[in-house]
């Protein structure tokens, strides 16, 4: 626990002394500290810690991982009835179905969140370039380039999901203001970024950099980013080149010896999941850290059904949201075990008697929780498989401690392997013979991989049964060309791939004229 109580520590007094959310009408250059507090280097981690606020949002389903995931074939939000819930003026049934628009509040948060952890992170290199004079050289690197490698990973995801826009690196360019740049060329300045800044990072894991950026979480991103440069660089095909690049920096984590695969497949999301090997880079979360709902981790709430105090053991309800489409739930064969791990459904017991939960809804009967969902406007309350995935903590009062993992060991291994399919210079043979690599499925109860079975098509699935609900899926999909023509429950095939991009918000492209939307909206 101490490494998340480090990183806790550094986050309640960094938004004591620097705020969090940035409104783009307003200044966003905010305030600079004083020398005194740069020459003491055990406070210059809670500078750079205020960089960290925004991905304290990621996860919420109005954050990055909804974007991510409603929007692709392995979460539905329907409408309830009887009731209206979340119909929300259809933005959901909007997101799943792909016919969002740009004036919608949702892209709109994003925006603003990502480009307020940029902003930040700004902020921060131009207090350690201000006061440069005031520490040692190497604590002078380490920061700057830690408060960079943050830059960097808020701008993927921004090259991902909208594509052309302002690259800002300084401090006192405001982001309205600023040109678009294409998104090859954003791309390619983030990709550049990061290799710059990479040496000066933390080499290997510790408590004192928890939730932070070190070299090997950034091998990580550099890996993810040469595996969608093709979309990022709008390429015909994808290039050995940037295949080797993924299997040279996955090769650089798995060889670092840090890292291992857990046995069981849940360890990586167990509550107390900070001493977990498998995890390489993780948002910590902890309940009540900030006032702000967006800054808190309620998959129960957003999934659960409103029985899940009996059903999962904990006393808040659920608000009966987000569940898996039945077309998702047929990725998985009989015998995988990841699916009851990942899922609830079926009947219900309650979770500390044993006794079966009655459903309110069908006076004396048991609550049975179908994988089918009948209807996207019209779902009922019983309706849909929910998400299980982390584990909910017995007795729960709040939001969850689970420290969110973006980044682990088991991605790295898939990255490899899909980079050797694709064409780079790497052999599935030897992949295979790889202990750690098998025992990802070995874990999962299904047979390993041979050179014979471990095919593209196949990837694509293995894929969205291990990392579910881990905010990959669109990003997958589109590497596949599955996500704007793929098909599924209550989303039919587009002609065309503009929606593999999400459109530049209304609130921010009417504010320069310049800017230009992305096709097709």
Known sequence: MKSKYIYVLVMICSLGLFGSCVDMDEDTTGQMVSSDFYADPSLIPQAVGAAYTELQAYQNHWGVWGLQTVSSDECVVPTRTPGNDWYDGGVWQDFHRHQWQYNLDALNNVWISVFSGITTCNRVVNDLDTYKEEMEESVYQKYRAEAIILRCFYYSLMVDLFGNVPYIDTYENEITSSPQTPRAELYQKIVDCVLENIDYLDEAPSAENYGRCTKQMAYVMLAKLYLNAKV???????????????????????????????????????????????????????????????????????????????????????????????????????????????????????????????????????LELTEEVSSISAAYRWEGARIQKYEYEQGMTGNMNNDFVVYRLADVYYMKAEAILRGGSGSLSSLCADAN??????????????????????????????????????????????????????????????????PIPYDQITKNQTWEQNPGY
């Open 232 to 366: 990022f660089k709008s390429e015909a095909s994808f290039s050995t080149s940037d295949m080797d690049k993924v299997i040279e920096y996955c090769d650089k984590v798995i060889n670092s010896g840090y890292y291992e695969i857990a046995a069981n497949f849940s360890e990586p999301f167990l509550v107390s999941n900070e001493s977990c090997k498998e995890n390489i880079f993780v948002i910590p979360m902890q309940n009540g850290i900030n006032s702000n709902g967006d800054y808190e981790f309620h998959f129960h709430k957003f999934s659960g059904h409103p029985k899940s105090r009996q059903m999962w053991g904990i006393n808040v309800g659920g608000w009966n949201g987000g569940c898996a489409t039945p077309d998702f739930l047929k990725l998985y064969s009989p015998e995988d075990s990841r699916k009851k791990a990942t899922f609830i459904y079926g009947l219900i017991y309650d979770k500390q008697t044993g006794e079966p939960v009655m459903d309110d809804d069908n006076p004396g009967k048991q």
């Open 437 to 502: 690599f098998q025992l990802i499925r070995q874990r999962a109860n299904v047979p390993v991989y041979t050179t014979e079975t471990l095919t593209l098509d196949e990837m694509i699935d293995e894929r969205g049964r291990e990392f579910a609900w881990e905010g990959w899926r669109r990003q997958d999909l589109i590497r596949w060309d599955r996500f704007s023509k793929g098909s599924w429950t209550f989303k039919d095939p587009l002609g065309d791939n503009t929606r593999d991009l999400f």
